[in-house]
Every structure is written in C-alpha cells, then in structure tokens.
C-alpha cells in the first residue's frame, strides 16, 4: 500500500512540475492543483496507512498510533482542500483578466515581445 501510494504521489508531482513549466497560464492553474494533490496525499499518508481504524481515543485502548489514525493530517488536508480551491478559484479570475487585457494566455506576454 505505502509503495502505491508513493507512486501516485510521485506521478502527480511529477505531471504538476511538467504542467507549471508549460507557456500556457491555464495548464499552470492545472499543474498548481495538481501539485496541490500530491502534496495533500502526502500529508494525508503521513498519518498512517491503517484501515478501519477511528481518531478518536478510547477507553481501554493504548493510546500509541498502532491502535488509532491521527487526526491532525486529517484536518490539515481538509484545510489544505478548500483553501486550494478558494486560490485556484482566484487564479481563474485573474487568468481571465489577464487574458482579456492582454489578448493572449501565454505567461511571458504575447509572443514576439521581448
């Protein structure tokens, strides 16, 4: 499972550094998102891999992460989702403006221009 998971993170950081440097602003909105997963994942596996397991500290249970999932990679991750959103949300409006005053999407202006 932690060798999977390790692919997948690297795969999605892999085609977001790839789309960040492409010329386009959109493909770099869509590799910041995707950069955003990878690294979300990878906070999320910080808390351990365990299944079927609750956060939540029972009674006669030992309180050691062999027994429980952590809760704070958890939160953090949900934090980290609708802020990612809320940005990329805001990059898609400046994207649009941008794209409107200059006449083109490209990240170094309109091409011919030094």
């Known amino acids: 499972m932690e060798a999977l998971l390790a692919l997948v993170i690297g795969v999605l950081g892999g085609a977001a550094v790839w789309l960040v440097l492409r010329p386009r602003t959109f493909q770099v909105i869509m590799g910041l998102a995707l ?18 397991r609750p956060p939540i500290v029972r009674p006669g ?5 062999g027994h429980y999932t952590d809760p704070m990679p958890q939160s953090l991750v949900l934090t ?6 809320a940005t990329t949300a805001l990059f898609l409006v ?6 409107g005053l200059a006449g083109t999407d490209h990240v ?3 091409r011919g221009e030094p």
């Open 108 to 110: 170094d202006g309109p």
């Open 80 to 85: 980290a989702i609708v802020i990612g959103f």
């Open 35 to 52: 950069l955003s997963y990878a690294v979300n994942l990878f906070i999320f596996s910080v808390g351990s891999l365990f299944l079927d």
């Open 61 to 65: 249970v030992p309180t050691d992460l």
């Open 94 to 99: 400046v994207l649009l403006a941008s794209r």
